[in-house]
């Protein structure tokens, strides 16, 4: 069955630092990815997605993941975070059914 | 705009009521998702359409039910037999999945006393 596993459950960085959140699938083919970050009690925005093609994949907000099929990691990075990031980041993958499965999320908390 | 708009946003129900929530989008998308969010879980299928009249269950469909009437349309229906229906949920709807983005609303936070 296909899952996604992302191992930090929560992050703490400094405004400016670099980031990098974690996330792992399992998947037989080359799964579709994504990455989604939602703010307290709001819906899920969509930041970056993955196909086919280049493994680096710029996003919104300054984000970018890299796919690495070797260690079936979707990572996501940004190099400078700041406080409006603070928020609980999904990824997500899409197998050959309709059906999307979500990692159990990261919440991020950015310190002034 | 396009978009998906759930409502209410905040639901209070008493013990043994059904109660509806519902989805609405103007993007003409086919495909129709409900998730349940709890805190730590993630967020679990429930149910999902991929066309109009049609329906099936996700992973945790046990005390809902779904209707999809219209392509614009996908409400739930939390029922008395859902034993821990407090909870914050979310709709969202695609074009062609599961190789394009999901949209989702804003999410209705239901809860029952």
């Known amino acids: 069955a296909q899952s996604v596993t992302q191992p930090d459950i929560h992050i703490t960085v400094s405004e400016g630092a670099s980031l990098e959140l974690r996330c792992n699938y399992s998947?037989?083919?080359?799964?579709?990815l994504f990455w989604y970050v939602q703010s307290p009690g709001q819906g899920l925005q969509l930041l970056l997605k993955?196909?086919?093609?280049?493994?680096l994949v710029q996003g919104i907000k300054g984000f970018e993941a890299e796919f690495k099929r070797s260690q079936s990691s979707f990572n996501l990075r940004k190099p400078s975070v700041h406080w409006s990031d603070a928020a609980e980041y999904f990824c997500?993958?899409?197998?050959?059914?309709?059906?999307?499965?979500f990692g159990k999320g990261t919440l991020l908390t950015v310190n002034p | 705009d396009g978009g998906i708009t759930q409502s209410p946003k905040y639901l209070f129900r008493k013990e043994g009521q059904n109660v509806t929530l519902s989805c609405e989008q103007n993007?003409?998308?086919?495909?129709m998702y409900w998730y349940r969010q709890d805190p730590g879980q993630g967020l679990r299928l429930i149910y999902y359409?991929?066309?109009?009249?049609?329906?099936q269950k996700g992973d945790i469909a046990e005390g809902y039910s779904v209707s999809r009437e219209k392509k614009e349309s996908f409400p739930l229906t939390v029922t008395s037999a859902q034993k821990n229906p407090t909870a914050f949920y979310l709709c969202?709807?695609?074009?062609?999945?599961?190789?394009?983005?999901?949209?989702f609303g804003q999410g209705t936070r239901l809860t029952v006393v």
């Open positions: 993955y196909f086919s093609g280049d493994t």
């Open positions: 998947y037989g083919a080359t799964p579709y």
């Open positions: 997500v993958s899409g197998g050959s059914n309709y059906k999307l499965t």
């Open positions: 969202a709807s695609s074009i062609n999945p599961p190789n394009t983005e999901a949209f």
């Open positions: 993007l003409n998308h086919d495909a």
């Open positions: 359409s991929q066309i109009v009249n049609d329906f």
